[in-house]
């Protein structure tokens, strides 16, 4: 048991690390109104392991401290890429719990015909929602009472989630997909 703990804080930590490198790395287009961050991709690994949760909140915390972020958006904007992983893994928890098994190039269901690409995709792409609602709601009104952009709130609204669903949905979901075929529904067999 102690060794699975070490294995999961790993994990966490290598997941923190390439969140806060991977945002460094594009900095300029990681901050402010109009936000792609390409780490919010990684928003898609509390689908498969509770493991990312916090290496994910630990690695935007980081980034944004180290990009020079303001004390209100280090803490809320931590806050909603926590809550947007705590969301992703709790769908992820559903679809493995309802009878939905994983198989290593679909999910199966008793249906033969809900096997497929597509089948495996729609589990994945819900499983980036939360993290694009979570952004979408919150960083608006740290752009806007933090750091006073004059652009109103839904056009940030707008803004920040389309950043997001490039990089949640669209980026989010093929990670998701490369590791489904590689791991399985689970990266836990990853720390065996």
């Keep these: 048991m102690k060794n699975k703990k070490i294995q999961m804080m790993t994990v966490a930590a290598m997941i923190a690390a390439c969140y806060v490198v991977i945002t460094i790395a594009i900095a300029p287009l990681a901050y402010g109104e109009v936000q792609f961050r390409i780490s919010e991709a990684l928003t898609i ?3 498969f392991t509770p493991a ?3 290496g994910l909140f630990i690695g935007c915390l980081i980034a944004n401290f180290v990009g020079g972020a303001v004390l209100p958006d280090v803490i809320f904007g931590s806050v909603a890429t926590l809550i ?3 969301g992703t893994y709790l769908i992820g928890r559903h679809f493995a719990t309802t009878g939905l098994r994983r198989s290593r190039n679909s999910f199966e269901t008793g249906n033969q015909s809900d096997k497929g690409h597509l089948g495996a995709l729609i589990p994945l792409m819900l499983g ?3 993290p694009i609602l979570a952004n979408a709601l919150i960083i608006p009104f740290v752009l806007k009472y933090a750091y006073a952009v004059p652009l109103p709130i839904p056009f940030m609204m707008l803004t920040v989630g389309f950043g997001e669903v490039i990089s949640c949905e669209v980026l989010g979901t093929i990670l998701g997909s490369v590791i489904q075929k590689r791991f399985g529904r689970t990266l836990d067999k990853m720390l065996v």
């Design 45 to 47: 690994l509390p689908f």
């Design 52 to 54: 990312a949760i916090p």
């Design 84 to 86: 947007g992983a705590v």
């Design 128 to 130: 980036t929602v939360p």
